[in-house]
Each structure stands twice: as C-alpha cells, then as structure tokens.
Nanobody
Framework: QAQLVESGGGLVQAGGSLRLSCTAS????????VGWFRQAPGKEREFVAA????????RYVDSVKGRFTITRDNAKTTAYLQMNSLKPEDTAVYYC??????????????????WGQGTQVTVSS
C-alpha cells in the first residue's frame, strides 16, 4: 500500500497561486490513478481532480476548471496540483489519494485506498 505525503500548502491572497505535491513511497506509483480532494470545516470531503496512470486523462470538478491543473511525474513518484487564481472558497485541507485502477478516473472517495495526511490551503480575501 502506498504511503503518500502532501506538501506545498500555505496562506495566499485571493488571485494567487500554489502548487501542491503528493509524493508516494514505493516503485508502483505508475500503477495507480491519483485524485485530489479537499475538505473545508464543517463540510464533506469534495473531489477536486483526478488523473490516470500516464497523465493522458484528467477530470476536474466544475468549480476549479480552468484554474487548477493536475499532473504527475512517475519517475519522481509525485503528483501535482497547480492552483491558480485562487479564491477564498478554495480554502480547505487538500488530500491526495491513489486507487488501483490505472485507466479509469473516479470522483468517489470510496474508490481510493490510500490517502495522505493532508495539507492546509488558506486563501485570504
């Protein structure tokens, strides 16, 4: 089972950018699909973006389309979430997760079997 560590969160003003990283242990990272989720206080965990094993297919929640980009570097066993034009409503703890299906994408947290500890993103107005 992959161990995941997120980094790159922080405090940024509205309109700013952050890049989150999710680094996985083990040599089987390329076998996994990757998802990014977020959870704001008092709210359920929300799907943000997903990418298949080779980066050829991606999916985004409508609220981040055109602002966020998910990518991955299998040689570095790392996935990224580039976040531009950040808004206060993007404030949340962001989690990365992996699932055993290489090709299909999923926005359902129940389809993912390993999760990172989360990284806080705070966007001030």
């Amino acid at each position: 089972q992959a161990q995941l560590v997120e980094s790159g969160g922080g405090l940024v003003q509205a309109g700013g950018s952050l890049r989150l990283s999710c680094t996985a242990s083990g040599r089987t990272f390329s076998y996994y699909g990757v998802g990014w989720f977020r959870q704001a206080p008092g709210k359920e965990r929300e799907f943000v973006a997903a990418i298949n094993w080779n980066g050829g297919t991606t999916r985004y929640v409508d609220s981040v389309k055109g602002r966020f980009t998910i990518t991955r570097d299998n040689a570095k066993t790392t996935a990224y979430l580039q976040m531009n034009s950040l808004k206060p409503e993007d404030t949340a703890v962001y989690y990365c997760a992996v699932r055993g299906s290489k090709w299909t994408l999923s926005s359902d947290p129940a389809d993912y079997n390993s999760w990172g500890q989360g990284t806080q993103v705070t966007v001030s107005s």
